[in-house]
């Protein structure tokens, strides 16, 4: 892809979206290419991540062994893969398998934390974006919590005595 549409295709995904034009400039600049047959592993749960991927074309699954329900999850043309990892030092919660051959953009903590330097405004836009989803989180959780309550037991009642 062009840079005019690597920008585009940026723009697409809330995460760059937010940045603004110049530093999606900079991201598609140094975002790495990276090619991968069907049935390619594009990394492996447990290993350290340094940076998110974007599919640009093909099916990535998602599967994590912890995962007891045995089920997966599917990344298609469009998904950021690993955005937390662009941030801090983490290790990648599952593994990602191509089942198509497969395009991603590769960007890595280092480009991604140096062109939020260089653009405050990116910064800022970033953080307030994901702390609007950390209050959405915690409010989805306030919801569901009572359901995760368990009943006293009668060792736990107290008696009528």
């Known amino acids: 892809m062009a840079i005019d549409e690597d920008i585009v295709f940026l723009g697409r995904i809330a995460t760059f979206r937010v940045l603004g034009r110049d530093a999606m400039r900079i991201l598609a600049i140094s975002a790495e290419p990276v090619h991968l047959s069907g049935g390619e592993q594009l990394f492996e749960e447990g290993e350290p991540a340094d940076g998110g991927y974007i599919l640009v074309n093909g099916a990535i699954e998602m599967k994590s062994a912890g995962d007891r329900l045995g089920g997966s999850v599917v990344a298609l043309p469009g998904t950021l893969i ?54 959405s989180t915690l409010s989805d959780l306030d919801l569901v919590a009572p359901l995760f309550e368990t009943a006293p037991t009668e060792e736990e009642t107290p008696q009528d005595n």
């Open 82 to 135: 690993g955005e937390t990892s662009m941030i801090v030092v983490t290790m990648r919660p599952a593994s990602a398998i191509a089942l198509e051959p497969s395009t991603l953009l590769r960007i890595t903590r280092s480009v991604f934390l140096r062109t939020l330097e260089g653009e405050p405004g990116a910064a800022v836009a970033l953080r307030d974006m994901m702390s609007g989803r950390l209050q």
